[in-house]
């Protein structure tokens, strides 16, 4: 049984099945909707989409980006530069792809309802969960419905704000970050899109650097729309995945950067504010009774590394892997997430780095650009070999080919 049927839960269900178990999903919302926005698949992601018969689909609606470009946000010079596209697929035996991240659901879903080992129940909400002798036994209400499902494994895969996390760890709660990220989406043939176009380059990933703030840019829906996300610090509004505010505290932060930037925030929007939660990554994420937490619900980090859905996708991939490996669920459970965990956190590590470069002032952001100024593409390339050429265990070479 999975509880909730996002990216890490529909991961889940298409690995889980792939080994021949039978999936039931329950998600609380009633209609499976276009919600989220852009999403970033690096490599070590889109490897395990291409197994799991999703990339293909995906790959119709996204869009493969030229480079990974920084750029100083009051000058507009660029900074530093990664080759994606070819250069990224010839390196790391996939490709790294940006989509919305309602077009990669869509995609998991299609490929979810083809097979007949899983079943999705919508406007389904996971209650109680009760641990037996060999299963646990899990509560259900649907169309104002109560019934008891058993099942060998109960994966919480619910998000940042997970109602599950309290079975492997009492109280446990997401915490605010202190930073907010700012979204929109342009039509890339509109006024403000052909602006968005004279910055950069509108075929990259481009993140803006600024000390009270960053934006991150790429296209989406196949080059039709460019996503917009700026990241400030602030206070959270609310539980919740986001709200409509004044955009006056994101004005506040861009002030001192190139016109033609902060022009393109007036003329943007309208924009939605989220809340950047996260969870503490020390804490269990599974219970030898057969529980385990995947993707936000076990790990929320800050998006800086860009590696939310990929980590997700992993998680997914590797659990469903390491229950169809063993004779044991509860060994297979510590196993799983004893090798999960220093992963996990080395990627979070990295998003804390990159947050902290790219809002460096004064003599600490001379010393940044002096330093990216000294790699070369190739070699800041080669800094992510062990972030995007991670492959799960025990695939063998050929299965990366």
Not at 33 to 40: R, T
Not at 239 to 244: A, F, H, I, P, V
Not at 249 to 278: F, N
């Amino acid at each position: 049984m999975i509880a909730g049927a996002g990216i890490a839960g529909l991961t889940a269900a298409l690995a889980f099945a792939r080994h021949g178990f039978g999936v039931r999903v329950y998600e609380r919302s009633p209609v499976l909707e276009e919600v989220g926005a852009g999403l970033q698949l690096s490599p070590n992601a889109t490897r395990i989409l291409d197994r799991l018969g999703v990339l293909d689909l995906v790959s119709a609606s996204a869009v493969r980006p030229e480079a990974v470009v920084l750029r100083d946000a009051a000058k507009l010079a660029e900074r530093a530069r990664v080759p994606l596209g070819a250069a990224a697929e010839q390196r790391w035996k996939a490709p790294y792809l940006v989509a919305h991240r309602a077009d990669l659901q869509s995609a998991m879903l299609a490929r979810a309802t083809e097979s007949p080992l899983i079943e999705i129940a919508t406007g389904a909400t996971v209650g109680a969960v009760e641990a037996l002798a060999d299963c646990v036994r899990v509560s259900v209400t649907q169309d104002g419905i109560d019934s008891h499902i058993e099942a060998a494994l109960f994966v919480a895969a619910d998000g940042v704000w997970s109602a599950s996390r309290r079975l492997v760890g009492p109280k446990e709660k997401s915490k605010f970050s202190g930073e907010l990220a700012w979204r929109t989406t342009l039509s890339a043939d509109s006024d403000v899109g052909r602006q968005f176009a004279v910055l950069t380059s509108p075929a990259t990933v481009t993140t803006f650097l600024h000390p009270r703030f960053h934006l991150v840019a790429y296209p989406i829906r196949a080059g039709a729309a460019i996503n917009l996300v700026a990241f400030t610090p602030g206070n959270s509004i609310a539980e919740q995945w986001s709200g409509e505010t004044d955009t006056g505290a994101l004005k506040r932060a861009m002030g001192g950067t190139a016109p033609a930037l902060s022009k393109l925030i007036d003329e943007a929007g309208p924009w939605t504010v989220w809340p950047l939660h996260t969870v503490d990554q020390s804490r269990p994420w599974t219970s030898p009774s057969g529980i385990a937490l995947i993707g936000d619900a076990a790990h929320a980090m800050t998006p800086f590394a860009a590696q939310g859905a990929a980590m997700a996708i992993e998680d997914a991939y590797t659990l469903a892997d390491a229950i169809a490996e063993a004779t044991s669920t509860a060994e297979a459970l510590a196993r799983w997430e004893t090798s999960r965990k220093p992963r996990v956190l080395k990627v979070a590590r990295r998003g804390a780095l990159n947050h902290f470069a790219w809002h460096a002032a004064g003599p600490v952001a001379l010393a940044r650009n002096l330093f990216l100024k000294l790699k070369s593409p190739e070699s800041l390339a080669a800094d992510m070999d062990w972030l995007y050429g991670w492959t799960p265990p025990g695939w063998l070479d050929e299965d990366r080919l």
